[in-house]
C-alpha cells in the first residue's frame, strides 16, 4: 500500500505522484552511500599507492622479496633454531618467529597461574588472600607493561652480580647473574631420547583412549572408571619407562663457572627472563578479573542444587561450577592470550630477538619498510584469525543450547 | 499401614541443647572467621602476611629508609647499600614533565596544563552548570589554543615538536587519542552494524585490520610508512604520525566496544524512533547511542587506560614522553648510580598509576551515576 507521498513538499519536483522521489527512496539511497564510499576509498588507496611508488622511486628503495634470500650478517642473542654465520635475513625472521612463540607460550602458562591464583584468591573468604590478590591486579595493571619490563630488565636482572660472583641456588649446578640463567643441560642417548618421545606419544594416545572408552561405559552401565589418573599414570609412566629400558641414557651437564662468564649449560637469557616475567605479571592481573567474573556469573543456585543432591565441594566444583564458569570465562580468555603475544613485541625495547626486533633491524639494514612491515602484520593478523577461528569453534561447541 | 517406622526422619525424642555459640562479634571471631577458618586457611593467611610484609618492607626501605635526600650529583647514591636516590628527581623533574622544551618558553606548556585543568574539572563534575559551553570550549578551542602555545605562531617562539617531551608528550598522544578516536569509533561501529554491505565490510575490514596487529608495529608504520604515503615534497610532523597511528589502532578497538553497547539496546528503541519518523541519524545521535554509550563506559575507560599505558611505546619510534625521559636519563653519568633507575621507574609507575587508577574510580562513580534506566 502506498502512501501519499510528502515528500514533494521539499520542493523537488512537481512530479505529483504517490510514488516517492527517487533520491528519497531508501534503496536507491543505500546504492548512492555504497558508491560515494567505495569510491572515495579507492581513489584515497590509488593515491597512497601512487604517492608510494613516486616517493620510493626517488629514494632508489627496491621493491619485492628479493632481499630475503641476500646474507643477513648479524648476530642474534637467542637461537632456538640453527642460525649460522652466512644465513640468510629470511632465515634471521624465522628465528623471530620462533623466539616469538616460545616467550608467547610460556608466557600464557604463567600468566594463566597467575590469573587464576588470583582470580581465585580475590573471590577467597581469607580476607588477607583476597586483599592481596586485590593489591597485585589493581597495582600491576594500572602501570604500563613498557615499564613493567624495564623494571625487570634494568632494575632487576641487570643489577645481578657478575659471573665471578654468581647467585648459585644449587651450588655448582644452577648460576644466576648479569648474563642469565645458567642451568644444567640434558644430554640424552639417541636411544633414550626416541624411547622418552614414543613412550610420550603412545602414552597420550592411551591417554585419550582411556577416556573415551570410560565415558562410553558410563553412559553405558552408569560405573565410573578413574580415566584422569590412570592417562596421567600412562603419560607420565610410559616416558620413564622407556628411559629405564633404555638403560638410563640421560647425563645432566652442569655449566662451568670460569673467570668472566659461565660456560656449557642451558642459558636462559636476561631479556628471556625479563619479558617472559613482565608479560605474565601484567596479563595475569586480566586473566585474574576473567576469571573472577566467570565464577561469579555462575548462580549461587547452581551450587545450592549440586549441595542438595549430595555432591561433595570437590566434584562440585569440578562438574558443576567450572564447566558453567568455563564458557563465560574462554572466549576473553583467548583474547588476552592473543593480546599477549601481540605484546611480546616490546622485546624491541629490551633487544630480545623477537619477530618485531629482527624485522627492524633488517628494515634497518636494507631499507625495506613496507616488505617487513607487511611481513609482521601476515604474521600477526594470521595469528589472530587462527585465535579467532578457534574461539569461534570453542563457543559454538560449549555455548547454552536454549529453547 | 503404618508408616510410622519408615518415617525415619520424624525426630520423636529432644536433641540435648547445643552450648551457645562461641563469640560472633569483635575482633576475635573477626579473624576466626576471616583468617583462620580452617588449617588451610591459616596457611594461607599467615602465606599472605608473609608477602604482604615483605613488598611493604622492600618499598618502604628502598624508598624512605635507606634512600638518600640530598645531594647535587650520583655522587652521593653512588655510596653501598643506598636506597631510592631523591635528589636525581629533584634535578630531573622538569625534564620528566616537559622533556627538552626550552626552559624560557616552559611557561607555555605550563600555561596548557593550567587550561586543561581548568576545562576538564568542570567537565567531569556533574553539578557545575553551562556544560555545553565548557565542551565546547574543551574539545574545539582548547587544542588550537595549546597547539599555537606550545609550537608557537602569533608573536610567539616556534618550538619544534622534537624538544616536546615527558609528561606533555604523554598527555598530548593519549588526549589527541581520546579525542580523535571516539568520534571514529562510533562511526565504525555503525558502519559495522550498517546494512549496506560495501559499509559494512569495509568497516570490518578496517576494525579487524588495526585490532590484529601490535600497537608497536602500528607505530612503526606510522613512522616508517606514513612519510611514503604522502605527495612528494609534504612533510608529516614526526609527533603528528604516531598520534595518527594510535588514533586509528584505538578506534578499532572502541568500534568493537560501542557495537557491544549497539547490540545491547532492545529492537523496540529502534522501532520507537522510527514510529516517530525520526531520520536515521536522528534516531541514532538522539535516541540510541546515548543508551548504547551508557551502558559501555567500563568498556570504553579500559579503551582509554590502555590508550594512555600504550603512549610509552612511543619511545621506540624515538619520541621522549614520560618514560622515555626517565629511560634516556639512565645513561647520565652525573647522576649513574645503582639505585636511580629502580627511583626513574618508581616515580613513572606511581605517576602512571595515579591517572590509571583514577580514571578507573571515576569511570565506575559516572556509572554509577548514571546506572537509572535499567532498574524497575
Redesign the interface.
Known sequence: MSTSSNAGTSGAGPSGSAKVTWYYDPKVR?VI??VI??GA?VALAA??IH??A???A?RNIAQGYGFLTTSAGFDLAMTPIDFPRDATYGRAIMVGLVNTLLVAAIGIIFASLFGFLAGVGRL??????S??ST?YV??C???????QI??WY??VLQ?LPNPRNSVEPIPGWIFLNNRGLFLPEVKLTEATGWAILGGLVVGVIGAIAVSRWARQRQIATGAQFPAGKVGLALILGLPILGLVVTGLGLTLVAPVKGGFNVAGGTRVIPEFAALVVALSVYTGTYIAEIVRAGILAVSWGQTEAARSLGLPNGPTLRLIIIPQAMRVIIPPLTNQYLNLT??S??A??IGFPDL?YVG?TV?NQTGQ??EI?AI??AI??G???ATSVFMNWYNARVAIVER | MRSDALLGFVRREMLQASPPPRSVVGPVAWMR???F?TPL?TV??VI??A??AWVVWTLVDFAILRAIWTGTSGEACRKPGAGACWPYVQAYWKQFVFGRYPEIERWRPTLVFALFAVLLVPLMIPKVPFKRLNAILFFLVFPVVATILLSGGFGLVHVETTLWGGLLVTLIVAVTGIVASLPLGVLLALGRRS?????RL?SIIFI??W???????VL??AS??L??????GVEVDKLVRPLVGVSLFTAAYLAEVIRGGLQAIPKGQYEGAMALGLSYWKMMGLVVMPQALKLVIPGIVNSF?SLF??T??V??VSIFDL?GMI?SS?TDPNWFA?ST??TG?LV??LT??VF??GM?RYSQWMERRLNTGHKR
Do not use: H
Open positions: 543505500g552511500y555504497q564510499t567505495l576509498v593515491i597512497i604517492n608510494t613516486v616517493n620510493l626517488s577467597s573468604q581469607n580476607y588477607l588472600i586483599r592481596v593489591i589493581e597495582v595493571r594500572n602501570v604500563p607493561l613498557l615499564l624495564f623494571f634494568f632494575a643489577v601481540k605484546n613485541s616490546l624491541v625495547a618485531v627492524g628494515l619498510a613496507i612491515i609482521w602484520m600477526y593478523l595469528l589472530s584469525v | 572467621k576471616n583468617l577458618a586457611d594461607l593467611t599472605g602476611a608477602l604482604f546494512k549496506l554491505p560495501v559499509i569495509l579487524e585490520f585490532r590484529g596487529v601490535p600497537l608497536i608495529t612503526f608504520m616508517n610508512m612519510p611514503l604515503f604522502m605527495p612528494q587506560i599505558k600504550d610509552t611505546l619511545l621506540i618514560l629511560q639512565r645503582p633507575v629502580t621507574y613513572a609507575a602512571f598509576f590509571c587508577f578507573s
